[in-house]
C-alpha cells in the first residue's frame, strides 16, 4: 500500500498556522511573565509568610500540582458559569495557565530560595537593608540562578501544554493543525508540521531564556 503524502495542502493553509503559533506564543509569554511573578511570590509567601498564608499557598500549590491541567481549563471555562463567571475561551486559558506555572514555580524558586546560606542574609540584614530589598536584591537573584535550568524546563512544558486549549477553541497551533485536516482530511500530514513546529517553538524558546535569564535576571 502506497501513501500519498500532500504537504503544500497543509502549508497552504499558512495564514491559520502562522495565527496558531502568534497565540501560543502570546499564552506562552503571558504564563511566564505573570506566572513567574505569582510562582516568586507563592515561594516567598510559603517560606517566610504567616501560617494562615502558607496553608493556603500551600494548598493552592498541591491542588494545581496534583491535578490535571484539562481538569483546571475545563473547570475555569465550563465549571466557573454555574457560579455567575463567564469567560471567554482566551481569557479562561490565560488564567488557567498563569496559575498553573505560578503553582510549579513556587516550588521550584522555594527550593533555590531555602538553599540561600544564612550567613548571607544576616549580612544583609546588618547593612539595613528592608526585607523587600534583601529579598529581592540577596536572595532572589541567586536563587534564580541556581534553578533556572529547572525553570525553562518548566516553562517549555508549559507552552507545550497550551495545546490543550484548543479544545476551548482557542485559536493556537493544535486548534489550526485540528481545523487544517477538518478542512482537508490530511491528518498526517497536518500533525506532522504541527509537531515540527511544535519541536522548533521548544528550541528557540529555551535559548532564548537560557540567554535572557543570566542577562535579565542574575548577572552573568
Not at 27 to 46: D, E, F, K, P, S
Not at 62 to 81: A, S
Not at 153 to 166: A, F, P
Not at 198 to 216: D, T
Request: glycine share 6%.
Amino acid at each position: 500500500m502506497r501513501i500519498q503524502l500532500d504537504f503544500a495542502a497543509v502549508l497552504s493553509q499558512w495564514p491559520l498556522l502562522l495565527n496558531g503559533i502568534a497565540w501560543t506564543i502570546a499564552l506562552t509569554t503571558v504564563a511566564t511573565l505573570i506566572g513567574m511573578l505569582l510562582g516568586i511570590l507563592c515561594a516567598q509567601m510559603r517560606a517566610k509568610g504567616p501560617v494562615a498564608v502558607r496553608f493556603g499557598v500551600g494548598a493552592y500549590i498541591e491542588l494545581i500540582r496534583n491535578t490535571p491541567f484539562i481538569v483546571q481549563l475545563f473547570f475555569i471555562f465550563f465549571g466557573l458559569p454555574v457560579a455567575g463567571v463567564r469567560l471567554s475561551p482566551e481569557t479562561a486559558a490565560f488564567i488557567a495557565i498563569v496559575l498553573n506555572l505560578g503553582a510549579y514555580a513556587a516550588e521550584i524558586v522555594r527550593a533555590g530560595v531555602e538553599a540561600t546560606p544564612r550567613g548571607q542574609i544576616e549580612a544583609a540584614v546588618s547593612l539595613a537593608l528592608t526585607p523587600f530589598q534583601v529579598f529581592t536584591r540577596v536572595v532572589l537573584p541567586p536563587a534564580l540562578k541556581k534553578v533556572w535550568p529547572a525553570t525553562v524546563s518548566q516553562i517549555v512544558i508549559v507552552m507545550l501544554g497550551s495545546s490543550v486549549c484548543g479544545q476551548i477553541s482557542v485559536p493556537e497551533l493544535s486548534y489550526a493543525a485540528n481545523l487544517i485536516q477538518s478542512n482537508n482530511f490530511r491528518a498526517f500530514e497536518s500533525f506532522i508540521v504541527a509537531a515540527l513546529l511544535y519541536l522548533a517553538l521548544s528550541v528557540v524558546l529555551r535559548k532564548f531564556l537560557n540567554w535572557a535569564g543570566p542577562r535579565l535576571l542574575f548577572g552573568r
